[in-house]
């Protein structure tokens, strides 16, 4: 069973090349977080996660989310992790987490795709996107291959990729991750795409404008899939190229 949680469609489309490798049922775990189902799966197959890397680690959104869950059937676990650069050592806290489930860890494997937290970062360009995408396709059906065969997936760790993932990553949730850096413009033409989208239901229209709660994980959603292009992260995306999957012609 492939479960993916996705702001701008890198882990959606990942998952989605995944699953026609290895088959098995494919859930988005923004749904189920967004409706607040509860949360029971039993499969035949290994369980594989398929989510962004924030701040060097699974999100805190995906750990919650497993840690509420219920695994049943097959107690094999892959990670595969969508990110700018690296993942530092999400390896091994999600090995931790894995055990803290009673599940069989089988490693974790990170992809660079392109850029999307424009709160921080600039996207690439279309063009360079396309380039990126290409190469991670191959690296992406490479993994599904090895988690067909059931073989174990690693990334190598480096000692500055234990620092960004245990001293770093706390900090840069109590610092950066918060949803009052966001704010719409005169281009807004109240659509509601980024209440739709929103996978924590964080944004409502108020006199149909985009209002934002305290409940914000960063992923990017609403900023880089209104298509008006009329929300900026305070002055940090101003001029940015919006990224997202599907906007993307390969």
Not at 50 to 68: H, S
Not at 136 to 142: K, M, S, T
Not at 218 to 228: D, E, F, K, N
Request: some cysteine.
């Amino acid at each position: 069973m492939i479960l993916y949680f996705s702001g701008t469609g890198n882990s959606r489309h990942a998952a989605e090349l995944i699953h026609s490798v290895v088959g098995g049922e494919i859930v988005s775990i923004n749904d189920i977080v967004k409706n607040s189902k509860p949360c029971v799966f039993d499969s035949e197959l290994p369980y594989v996660i398929v989510c962004p890397t924030y701040a060097w680690r699974v999100p805190r959104i995906v750990e919650k989310f497993i840690d509420k869950t219920e695994f049943r059937g097959n107690k094999r676990i892959y990670f595969v992790l969508t990110c700018g650069d690296g993942a530092g050592n999400a390896w091994h806290y999600a090995k931790e987490l894995s055990h803290r489930k009673k599940l069989i860890f089988k490693g974790l494997k990170s992809i660079v795709m392109p850029e999307n937290y424009i709160a921080m970062f600039n996207s690439p360009s279309p063009d360079e996107a396309v380039d990126i995408l290409k190469k991670a396709d191959n690296e992406i059906l490479a993994v599904a291959e090895k988690i067909k065969a059931s073989s174990p997936i690693r990334d190598r760790v480096s000692l500055l990729g234990k620092i960004l993932s245990g001293a770093v990553n706390p900090v840069f949730y109590k610092l950066f991750v918060r949803a009052d850096g966001f704010r719409s413009t005169v281009k807004c033409v109240s659509c509601g795409k980024c209440a739709e989208v929103c996978p924590l239901n964080n944004i409502s229209l108020k006199n149909g404008k985009p209002v934002w709660g305290k409940s914000c994980t960063h992923c990017m959603a609403c900023i880089c899939l209104c298509p008006a292009q009329a929300i900026e992260y305070k002055n940090k995306s101003v001029g940015k190229y919006r990224y997202s999957y599907g906007a993307v012609k390969k």
